[in-house]
Structure formats: structure tokens, C-alpha cells
């Protein structure tokens, strides 16, 4: 089979024939139909990541949706044939920019019925940090967000674009902090105001909120502390950037949640049903062949364009 895969650590991502792997006991086999770059996934290449175990050659990437072709012992939740998405064993390898993938059966759920496989692809990663993200921000950790003012950091990236509207769905009034020329997309999807985070004015004119969901962090991050009101909530996607970071808010009277995605397919199931009615919409910005994942890549660390960039792989 096709695959993506960095031969050394820090070398360009180069096209490879390797052996397709047969699922051992719990696994399904999936033909990859599409995968999408998340950050980690380049931070991976440098093998600086979170799980410090990947082995050379590394086959990079998470996402994924694609059709199951072949079933390990025991596995009687998916059969052959089954149209499937998930976040495939994270934090653990996976490699997903591949023609196919073994992966735990219990990781997968059911493809939304009305989506493409590149758009599913753009989902599980992005919208299950968004979805378990949002479920610290209540300290009893309830869904029902009704009366609270959530301000989204980083809301016109892959994570962002969903963070705010599941926020919404879940009935916090939504403040996306973007560049400007992305605004009007986030008012789009259901932010109900938008401040410029390279305009410190702006950002300061905010005001209270209660609780942040900051997928942007280090210094900036950093200066959103201020922002929450005494008793609420900060939860950062990359605390390895702000040293000392739950020291560093308590000084401040609020929570500060350190944050790692889990597979998990409940959640996914209720991604997939918000999708197909319509009240979640991935944004996919960009799409490339999978013998072109440097240039995804490079999408997503050039931040050139809004939403998600997906990887096709073409295999029948
Ligand atoms: N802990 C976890 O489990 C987990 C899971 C998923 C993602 N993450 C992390 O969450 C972060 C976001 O992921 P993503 O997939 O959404 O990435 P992404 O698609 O690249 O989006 C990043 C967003 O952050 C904004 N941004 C970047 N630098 C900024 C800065 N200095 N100040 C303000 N905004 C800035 C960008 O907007 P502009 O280009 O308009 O500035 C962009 O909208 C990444 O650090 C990723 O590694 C963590």
C-alpha cells in the first residue's frame, strides 16, 4: 500500500510502498478514504510529540474515514463494508496518511450519513477536543451552557470553526477571537460576537467572560487569564506552552484545565448526529492527494486558509 512517512526524524514526509497491516484481535482493517493534518501530526515528524514511542519509518496522522475491509478476532460492533470515522488510538501511533489502517474497533463510529469522507475526516480530532474541551467549562460539568459567556482562541482553525459552534449548540453566548477577515465566517456559524487577537485594544474591550477555551497559548494565552471572571474556567489544548499554567491561574481565582484528546465513541456518535442536522458544519479549507501531504501540511503551518485541511487517498 501508499503511504506517507518521514524515514528520519525531521526529514520531509516521502511516498512509500510498505506491507498493509493485518488487524490483530479487536482491530478492523480500514481503506483510508481520507485523513486530515491536525498540528500534532507535523509536531510528530520532529518526533516531539506527546507519545514519545513512534518508531521510524513514521507514518504520521489520526483521522480518519473510510470503509471497513477486513475484521480481527472477536470484533462484532463493525463488519466488512461499514462506513466508519474516528480518532484512531491517540495518543498512541496510529498513521492514518496511509491506504489502510489497523485500528481498535472501539475508536470508530458511524460516518454522519450526510458528509463526504474528506469532510468526515476533518472531524474527529478537531470537534472531540472541541466537544471534551467544552465539557470543563461547567465545574459541575454539565452541557447545558445556557447563561455562560465562552470566548474561543484560535476559532478560525480546525478546532476553532467547531469549538464555537458546538459551543453555541450547547447554549453559551459565543466571543471568537480571529483576524478580522474571518469574522464574518464565524458569524456564520453561530459566534454571537468576534474580537481581533493582534489587536491587544480589542481583545481587552471583551470584558468578562466565563470561562475561555484557548487553543492558542504561550504568551498569548497567557494574557487571556485576566479575561475570566473570579470562579471560572481556562482550558488550554497545549499547556506544555505556558509553564506553571494551573499556578499561574490560580492567581487569578479561576480553574485551569491541562487537556489531551481521547478517542471516544459516544461523543463522536453525537458529532455525527449535530452534523447531519445541520447544526455542525466542518469546514474543509483545503484537500490534497495523499502524495501531496507535504503541501497539506504546509497549509496548516502557513495557518493559509480557514477550517480543516483533509488528505484523500484515492485507494477503491
Ligand atoms: N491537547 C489536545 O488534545 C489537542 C488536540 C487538538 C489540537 N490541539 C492543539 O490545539 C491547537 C489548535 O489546533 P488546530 O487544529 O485548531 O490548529 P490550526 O487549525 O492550525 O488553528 C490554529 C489557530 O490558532 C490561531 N493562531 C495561531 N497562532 C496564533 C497566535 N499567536 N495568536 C492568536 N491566534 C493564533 C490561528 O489563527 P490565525 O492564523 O488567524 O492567527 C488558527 O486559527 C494546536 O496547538 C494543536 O496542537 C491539542
Not at 514526509?13 to 484481535?25: F, G, M, N, S, Y
Not at 515528524?45 to 507519545?51: A, I, K, L, Q, T
Not at 518508531?55 to 473510510?66: E, S, Y
Not at 485551569?256 to 453525537?270: C, H, K, W
Request: with cysteine; glycine share 10%.
Amino acid at each position: 500500500m501508499r503511504a506517507a512517512l518521514h524515514r528520519e526524524w525531521g526529514a520531509a514526509l516521502e511516498i512509500a510502498e510498505v506491507p498493509r497491516p493485518e488487524p490483530a484481535a479487536g482491530e478492523v482493517r480500514i481503506a483510508v478514504q481520507a485523513t486530515s493534518v491536525n498540528p500534532i501530526d507535523i509536531y510528530t515528524g520532529y518526533n516531539v510529540g506527546y507519545e514519545q514511542s513512534m518508531q521510524l519509518p513514521c507514518i504520521p496522522g489520526w483521522d480518519v474515514a473510510g470503509v471497513v475491509d477486513s475484521v480481527g478476532y472477536g470484533v462484532t460492533r463493525h463488519a466488512v463494508g461499514d462506513r466508519l470515522f474516528g480518532l484512531a488510538s491517540f495518543p498512541q501511533p496510529a498513521g492514518t496518511y496511509a491506504e489502510y489502517l489497523t485500528v481498535p474497533a472501539h475508536h470508530l463510529a458511524a460516518m454522519p450519513a450526510s458528509l463526504s469522507f474528506t469532510e468526515a475526516a476533518c472531524l474527529p480530532m478537531a470537534a472531540l477536543t472541541a466537544w471534551q474541551m467544552l465539557d470543563s467549562v461547567a465545574a459541575n460539568g454539565t452541557r447545558d451552557l445556557a447563561g455562560h459567556r465562552v470566548l474561543v482562541s484560535g476559532a478560525s482553525g480546525g478546532v476553532g470553526h467547531l469549538a464555537v459552534q458546538l459551543a453555541a449548540a450547547r447554549g453559551a453566548t459565543v466571543v471568537a477571537l480571529a483576524r478580522p477577515g474571518n469574522h464574518a465566517a464565524l458569524y456564520e456559524l453561530g459566534a454571537h460576537s468576534c474580537a481581533d487577537h493582534t489587536d491587544p485594544a480589542a481583545v481587552a474591550a471583551i470584558g468578562t467572560v466565563d470561562a475561555v477555551v484557548d487553543l492558542v497559548g504561550r504568551e498569548f494565552g497567557r494574557s487571556l487569564f485576566g479575561l475570566v471572571a473570579a470562579g471560572g474556567s481556562i482550558s488550554l489544548a497545549n499547556a506544555w506552552s505556558i509553564p506553571d499554567y494551573e499556578a499561574a491561574a490560580a492567581t487569578y481565582g479561576i480553574r485551569a484545565v491541562s487537556y489531551l484528546v481521547e478517542p471516544d465513541p459516544e461523543a463522536l456518535r453525537a458529532i455525527a448526529a449535530l452534523a447531519d442536522t445541520g447544526r455542525l458544519r466542518v469546514v474543509v479549507g483545503a484537500e490534497f492527494d495523499l502524495s501531496r501531504a507535504v503541501e497539506a501540511q504546509q497549509w496548516v503551518q502557513n495557518r493559509a486558509g480557514f477550517g480543516k485541511a483533509a488528505i484523500v487517498t484515492g485507494v477503491p
